[in-house]
């Protein structure tokens, strides 16, 4: 059974980075059949996907937050990586690491999630 | 892009059946057969429901069923059960752009 799980600091500071890893068991990020994901949910607010990875260090990001954002893989660790920049208040939110399965390049679902870890970016 | 549209909640009580909308636009919802569901139970990890609109993953429940007209999506829950008392998301492929965007979520309730 595949298992993600994040972990990071629960409080940031406005304008630092923010900073997470998801772990993965039970299964590979080297497995060139998925990619793997960040996805957040404000608090009372929906789901937004954040950007995914592959194995080989290929990203791709949601537009509305490109310009802040990098994934990054490490797959000696079987873990992939988050980091937000230049955070605001905005930014508070449950963070969740998920298994992405595309279809020719197209998002076709989530098979796997962590259980989510709560980020405040508060002074 | 706007998120996908969801009723806030819905409910139903024991062995009734209750559907899910996901609106959205001719961008995502409508030119993509590419839907998927997901229940979430607060505090622990979302569970794919539902996929491609309507395929089931392997040990989810056939009492959850998808379907889609136009650019509308819908998740079906028959025989209401009180551990299907979660909140629901809709996904859709969104275009090379947007990618992925989200509903905002539905509170189900079985009374």
């Known amino acids: 059974q595949v298992q993600l799980q994040e972990s990071g600091p629960g409080l940031v500071k406005p304008s630092e980075t923010l900073s997470l890893t998801c772990t993965v068991s039970?299964?590979?990020?080297?497995?060139?059949?998925?990619?793997w994901s960040w996805i957040r949910q404000p608090p009372g607010k929906g789901l937004e996907w954040i950007g995914y990875?592959?194995?080989?260090?290929?990203?791709n990001y949601n537009p509305s937050l490109k310009s802040r954002v990098t994934i990054s893989v490490d797959t000696s660790k079987n873990q992939f990586s988050l980091k937000l920049s230049s955070v605001t208040a905005a930014d508070t939110a449950v963070y969740y690491c998920?298994?992405?399965?595309?279809?020719?390049?197209?998002?076709?679902?989530?098979?796997?999630w962590g259980q989510g870890t709560l980020v405040t970016v508060s002074s | 892009q706007s998120a996908l549209t969801q009723p806030a909640s819905v409910s139903g009580s024991p062995g009734q059946s209750i559907t899910i909308s996901c609106t959205g636009t001719?961008?995502?919802?409508?030119?993509?057969?590419?839907v998927s569901w997901y229940q979430h139970h607060p505090g622990k990890a979302p569970k794919l429901m539902i996929y491609?609109?309507?395929k089931r993953p392997s040990g989810v429940s056939n009492r959850f069923s998808g379907s889609k007209s136009g650019n509308t999506a819908s998740l079906t829950i028959s025989g209401l059960q009180a551990e299907d008392e979660a909140d629901y998301y809709c996904?859709?492929?969104?275009?090379?752009?947007?990618?992925?965007?989200f509903g905002g979520g539905t509170k189900l309730t079985v009374l």
């Open positions: 491609e609109v309507s």
């Open positions: 990875v592959y194995y080989s260090g290929s990203t």
């Open positions: 039970g299964g590979s990020v080297s497995s060139g059949t998925y990619y």
């Open positions: 001719s961008s995502d919802v409508g030119s993509y057969n590419l």
């Open positions: 996904c859709s492929y969104a275009g090379s752009s947007t990618f992925g965007i």
């Open positions: 998920a298994r992405l399965v595309l279809w020719f390049g197209e998002l076709n679902f989530f098979d796997y």
